[in-house]
């Protein structure tokens, strides 16, 4: 009943290819902003922001750019986190090296330079597909977290690579506490959604969405495979650079190369998977899943667990939440292999019918 | 009909290829003129769909020689021929499957767009413009296949004939000058049958379009087409208009066995 666009007619195709065109929707994500930018940030503690909010955004805005290549290009990657490490220690080489540069301005370059290495990694897309990519971007990985451990510059020859990341200051404004970096994060995140929501529905993301489904096609319609390819793999490369430098710079403060690890990179990958491939929604809701619901558990057992009384020592309480963990994602797997958003879509078209059953 | 048959705009001489030790073609020649429907006829695996892929660059041979509007060249390459207005269709249809009738038409005009991916992201003059003048002939597209009803489906709900209408939609939405469809009739019954073979002389009269089929369809094939060619074995055994065609001996041996 609520969710219904029946009488919402669009008579030019300007309406009819708007961002949101369901009104619902144009007012939930109305909403949704100003709760996460008005009413967040006057509730919300400290320990909300920097353990909840800040990675999820983090990771979010990471999944998002994972998703552009995998999800919308079909070019399978597990180099994430070593895009995230070069996004990272490339943000404060600029702030270190380079004298009074933005720390905005160091982020795009952060992003750039990501999207750079991106592109390096991402040649052998045109000769090999799917799993051997995967492969292939695990040299990615690995080579990237060595370079930064074995050549001492990148970290400016602090002891085993560990960076520690400069002061934010925008005009003049530090943002030091908690809740202004989350609500740094949180503007960087949105504009960046929105630019990827733009890309995804323009002549870009076909390209990328053909390439996917099939190439031979694509490339009979005029779609020049490689330089789509590199595209994905510099945009996608350019989020998970800015999300890097995010994470070293609003989240933890410092970071070493070993903290971008194959299992980093594997998360990132599980939250699309788990979210839904090809939606960006889909890396939010991913994200939040992921991270999120460890830390659920972790609230939810024990408290079970004296409701019975039970004695549960907390090793105990810690495996069962891996096996909580694991069985709840096999179950997500089966019953909806597409992911989260998928059931979010189904559910909105339930709630068009609701509360009649067709 | 109003459409006159011009000069040969697409010339082929002596096509040969191999895959490994495979002949698929040897030493093909023909030609298609402007705006006639010209057939590409033969049993399985004479080399038919190879002679398409051939025309359009996702083969290339290993000798021969390709003219296409007076410039000659040893092959093609497939977003090249998309440029130079070749577009096409495939056996197994090979639509995009995770998107949407109309999203699948707009790829169909991607050469024709001009907004880079920056501009794709701020959504900034030109690429919002260029969405909406292109929606624009889409929609012209969609209206001419009578499919309207269906342009918010993903492409993996529709059934099979509405899907090889979809796949002829992308491919006239690039307003090719040459069309290469391949068995765009495969596997329809008779009425689907007739929309197709109806769309696919309209696109010619109205359009003008140039048009290379793949048939199976023998009474189609007659009916529709002005000159056709016949391959058996990767080798040429017929050219010319259907009723010459029909009493050439070479080809009724081939149809029907050397018995008859």
Known sequence: ????????????????????????????????????????????????????????????????????????????????????????????????????????????????????????????????????????????????????????????????????????????HTFASPREKYLLVLGIVTVLALMAKNLVRSSTGRAWMAVRDMDVAAEVIGIRLLPTKLLAFAVSSFYCGVAGALYAFCYLGSVEPDG?????????????????????????????????????????????????????????????????????????????PHGLARLWQIGKEKLRLWPFPH | MSRTIGDVILDLQNISLRFGGVKALTDISFDVREHEIRAIIGPNGAGKSSMLNVINGVYHPQEGAIIFRGEERKKMEPHRAATQGIARTFQNIALFKGMTVLDNIMTGRLTRMKANFLEHALWLGRAKREELEH???????????????????????????????????????????????DEPMAGMNVEEKQDMCRFILDVNDQLGTTIVLIEHDMGVVMDISDRVVVLDYGKKIGDGVPDEVKNNPEVIKAYLGAGH
């Not at chain 1, 939010?284 to 609230?299: E, H, M, V, Y």
């Open chain 1, 1 to 172: 009943m609520l969710y219904r666009e029946a009488g919402q007619f669009k008579s030019s195709y300007a309406a009819d290819q708007q961002l949101f065109p369901i009104l619902q929707d144009r007012v939930g994500v109305l909403l949704l902003l100003a709760v996460a930018f008005g009413v967040v940030p006057l509730v919300a503690g400290e320990y909300w922001f920097s353990a909840i909010l800040i990675p999820f955004l983090i990771f979010s805005l990471a999944a998002l750019g994972l998703n552009i290549l995998t999800g919308y290009a079909g070019q399978l990657s597990l180099g994430s986190a070593a895009f995230m490490a070069v996004g990272a220690y490339a943000a404060y080489n600029f702030q270190l090296r380079v004298d009074g540069i933005p720390i905005l301005l160091s982020f795009i370059g952060a992003g750039l330079t990501a999207a750079g290495v991106g592109i390096v990694f991402g040649l052998p897309s045109l000769w090999i597909k799917g799993f051997y990519l995967a492969v292939a971007t695990l040299a990615a990985q690995f080579f990237i977290v060595w370079c930064l451990t074995k050549f001492p510059w990148f970290s400016n020859y602090s002891s085993s690579g560990v960076i520690s990341a400069q002061k934010v200051v925008i005009l003049g």
């Open chain 1, 260 to 336: 971008f690890s194959l299992d980093m990179s594997f998360r990132i990958l599980f939250m699309i998977i788990i979210g839904g491939m090809g939606s960006i929604l889909g890396s939010f809701l991913g994200a939040a899943f992921i991270l999120l619901l460890p830390i659920l558990l972790d609230i939810v057992l024990p408290w079970l667990a004296g409701l019975f009384g039970l004695p549960f020592s907390n090793a105990t309480v810690s495996h069962i939440q891996i096996l909580v963990f694991g069985t709840l994602i096999m179950f997500f797997l089966i019953v909806e």
């Open chain 2, 135 to 181: 929606r624009k002939k889409v929609e012209e597209v969609i209206d001419f296949l009578e499919i309207q009803h269906i342009r918010k489906t993903p492409v993996s709900r529709l059934p099979y004939g509405l899907q090889k209408r979809v796949e002829l939609g992308r491919a006239l939405a690039a307003e090719p000058s040459m069309l290469l469809l």
